[in-house]
């Protein structure tokens, strides 16, 4: 049994910082009758060795089952026999509140606190690790109060629930099961020389960065009022984040390097700087002739999901800037016509006087995102023919726009299109993230990503 998506022949992998040695490739296989690709997430030495060295079919005594399996043959030595190899499911527990409904028509609500999973087994790189692993996951619900809130990376071993709590999850009448690998335990770490000392699979460049801040940033800078999460009484915001670090999500661990504007980002794969390079983590980017007085925190994945890295906003910090400016828009219309058309560019300190861009609130919105994580985007409209806004999002305003002169002479909206997608109740111009790698004649092309 192996672990394997299917991806789109297109994509580009970026290799996890959970590598260990451990080949991770893109392999052919035949699926009832069919051939395709995929990227093989887990389960290689029982394929193949640490050296990406296959094993032949008469090699079974030298795989590995990095699952835990069960194998038994129906018939013996007889012609017809036949081998079987189950690979049974292994436990996960998720934290659930259930929250009463104030209307009497309807019933009670249960909220999962989802990534805050606990499982107790681990793929086997040796032949003495322990069995009990599978990626195949029976999922259960730990039932936690609604009061006090319940603090994420509360339950970190099974042996912390209380067995009063746990209840089977079910889909209809059956047990709910999903697929969720596990790849490997984090590497701790103070700071990059630690990070130096960890193996970096290929394409990495030999370099992983000591990622400080693994979780998203919910307050404003210490000493200035802060919001979503509170600290105790006589605790710093600084000490509560610290703590919240270290308690939630481990501390700090050796991770991909970040990226930066323009760049793919997806949990998992690569996260976006949160400053924006120039040394503070409040610097705001200047577009050149414009003057700069509210803070603009660094980048942001858009889509949260899967995306690109895009200038990120603080929604509080107001939308002070420039008087909007008028320019005109001419697009090909039907049969052969030319459309004229106008565009007002709106202009907001919080989102560095870009031409068009404003301050964005990305979706979901429940829980709602931090006012420090929101987006900047050209605003766009939906409703505009697809040619306009293809001619609106694509063109740099004004022609050698440069930012703090990190794209001196580029068109940092090259091959962006509008579209509503992550955005709550708006839309921007941005890149697609079907399409990654870009296409470097169409879109734009960050510097030393060429």
Not at 188 to 208: E, T
């Amino acid at each position: 049994m192996i672990n394997c998506p299917v991806l789109d022949d297109r994509q580009s992998v970026t290799p996890t910082a959970l590598w260990y040695g451990i080949p991770h490739p893109r392999i052919e296989l035949w699926y009832r009758t069919k051939q395709g690709s995929c990227f093989l997430a887990d389960g290689w030495l029982a394929l193949g060795d640490f050296n990406r060295r296959l094993y032949n079919a008469n090699s079974d005594t030298a795989r590995l089952n990095m699952f835990d399996v069960i194998s038994y043959t129906v018939g013996g030595d007889a012609p017809g026999s036949r081998t079987t190899v189950v690979a049974p499911v292994s436990k996960m527990y998720v934290p659930k509140v259930t929250v009463a409904s104030q209307d009497p028509t309807k019933g009670a609500s249960d909220i999962r606190y989802t990534g805050d999973n606990v499982t107790d087994a681990m793929p086997r790189y040796r032949p003495t690790d322990p069995p009990g692993y599978s990626p195949l996951r029976w999922l259960w619900d730990l039932a936690v109060p609604q009061d006090p809130h319940y603090q994420q990376g509360s339950f970190k071993r099974f042996d912390q629930m209380d067995p009063a709590n746990l209840s089977n999850r079910l889909t209809g009448n059956a047990p709910y099961v999903k697929d969720f690998p596990l790849i490997g335990v984090i590497t701790r770490c103070a700071n990059d020389g630690d990070c130096a000392k960890v193996a970096a699979a290929p394409g990495l460049d030999g370099k992983l960065s000591c990622n400080t801040t693994p979780f998203d940033l919910k307050f404003l800078t210490a000493g200035l009022p802060f919001n979503d999460l509170f600290p105790p009484a006589g605790m710093t915001v600084d000490a509560y984040r610290q703590q919240l670090i270290d308690n939630q999500e481990g501390g700090a661990r050796c991770d991909v390097p970040a990226v930066a504007f323009g760049e793919f980002c997806a949990p998992g794969i690569a996260r976006c700087l949160t400053n924006a390079a120039k040394g503070s983590p409040d610097e705001k980017p200047n577009v050149e002739g414009a003057a700069s007085t509210t803070a603009l925190l660094g980048y942001t994945c858009q889509p949260m999901g899967t995306g690109y890295c895009y200038f990120r906003c603080d929604s509080d910090a107001g939308t002070a800037g420039k008087t909007a400016q008028t320019i005109p828009i001419q697009y090909a219309g039907p049969g052969g016509t030319v459309k004229n058309d106008t565009a007002s560019l709106a202009f907001e300190n919080r989102c560095g006087n870009m031409p068009g861009y404003k301050c964005l609130n990305p979706s979901p919105t429940s829980p709602a995102v931090p006012t420090r994580l929101r987006v900047c985007l050209r605003s766009c409209d939906t409703n505009k023919p697809d040619p306009y806004n293809v001619k609106y999002c694509g063109e740099q305003t004004p022609a050698n726009l440069a930012i703090d002169g990190r794209f001196p002479m580029s068109n940092i909206q090259k091959g962006m299109s509008c579209s509503n997608r992550g955005i709550d109740g708006a839309a921007g111009c941005q890149w697609d993230p079907a399409y990654e790698p870009r296409e470097p004649n169409l879109n734009f092309i960050p510097p030393g990503k060429q």
